[in-house]
């Protein structure tokens, strides 16, 4: 087959403890899906989930043991951080029962849902779509998968962000409102799942703001933190 041009690379995760990488196919995110981030937002109860998804180059990939660099983005005063559990697909369907899900999942990981705040909190304002505040280059820092036989107990791990040493977001994933497995169901429900698929599943509260300079480490136990400096 001939191309008018070269295609782009496939944008794959490493794996940890293991040569093949995981290719990615598309990125969903879970919004609102912590009660105490969805009260500093402004929202209270357990709402319906509601997904917004980020293009498969907005990754930013960082090796088992390196240290990520994110430019710091165009067109914001106000980039927050939002620390996030990663699932992983492995084996895709439509219409997944929660009772299911775990045999979809190949694995887990820690990401960063960058956010662009001043501009999603104008979009919103506006009625209009939050891409130019959520699906920007490089707004989606990932480490390194972690096989879900390996991961633990991740659904009742503990989640934090350290920025420069200090907390800023510490909780648990068993706080989610909508649980992995939940999550996974609604998810199939609305588009047919794929290998290769990952799902950023929500943030804790004590989002805010970072700036060139910041150093940010995310840790899930049992998974291999992730670690990225803003430049």
Known sequence: MNFVFSPTPVVSVPVLGQDERFPVHRIYCVGRNYEEHAKEMGFTGREPPFFFLKPADSLVVVE????????????????????????????????????????????????????????????????????IGKAFDHSAPIGPITPIAQAGDVNNAEISLQVNGADRQRSNVAKLIWNVAETIEHLSAAWELQPGDLIYTGTPEGVAAVVAGDVLVGQVPGLESLEIAIS
Do not use: F
């Not at 999942?105 to 909190?121: E, K, S």
């Open 64 to 131: 088992s043991g390196q240290t990520g660099v994110m430019p710091y983005p165009t067109l914001t005063k106000n980039l927050h951080h939002e620390i996030e559990l990663v699932v992983a697909i492995g084996k895709g369907g439509r219409n997944i029962s929660a009772a299911d899900a775990a045999q979809h999942i190949y694995g887990y990981a820690v990401g960063l849902d960058m956010t662009r705040r001043d501009l999603q909190n104008e979009m919103k304002k506006q009625g209009r779509p939050w891409c």
